[in-house]
């Protein structure tokens, strides 16, 4: 949501050079692609929406993870995870987004059918997905890091 006279952002945040916090101002300097998307919601049905925004991958790439992209399994213990203004939180896998596995056109979106978000914040746009449980509205924080198993006990 956001005050209307404070523009929304979202924090880059975990293993980056560079985290930042960027409004969707800011996203919209990206290169922007437009995704027409289908999802199913099980309160609601189905919904069809036009999206313009940057790619995900183009936002996370900007802020120079710490990711080897010499060889190929390195970086496959590598996930990102994207929050909303309620909390509502889901999982991307780097290999989703990464051109060289997946390379899935998931967006964060600065408009939705030509309505800007700039107060409400970016959408997350996940093209493949049946259910629309991971078009996250109101993004407030990307994480970017790797998998860590906690110690065992014993
Ligand atoms: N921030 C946030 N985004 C969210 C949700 C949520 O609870 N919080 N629900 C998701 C679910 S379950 C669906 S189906 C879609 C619904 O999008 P709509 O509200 O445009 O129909 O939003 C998704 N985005
Ligand atoms: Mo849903």
Not at 46 to 57: E, N, T, V
Not at 117 to 139: E, F, H, N, T, W
């Amino acid at each position: 949501m956001g005050r209307p006279d404070a523009p929304a952002s979202v924090r880059l945040r975990g293993l980056l050079d560079d985290p930042a916090e960027l409004t969707v101002a800011q996203l919209r300097s990206l290169p922007s692609h437009h995704v027409e998307a289908r999802f199913n919601c099980l309160g609601n049905g189905d919904q069809q929406h036009g999206f313009d925004g940057p790619r995900l991958w183009d936002v996370v790439r900007a802020a120079h993870p710490r990711v080897d992209l010499h060889g190929r399994k390195g970086r496959l213990r590598f996930l990102l995870t994207v929050t909303g203004t309620d909390g509502h939180c889901a999982v991307v896998s780097w290999a989703e987004i990464d051109p060289e596995f997946g390379g899935q056109q998931i967006l964060l979106a600065t408009s939705i059918d030509g309505a800007p978000l700039d107060s409400a914040g970016p959408q997350l746009v996940v093209p493949a997905d049946y259910c629309g449980a991971r078009y996250i509205s109101g993004i407030t924080e990307v994480w970017v890091g790797p998998f860590q198993r906690e110690p065992l006990p014993g």
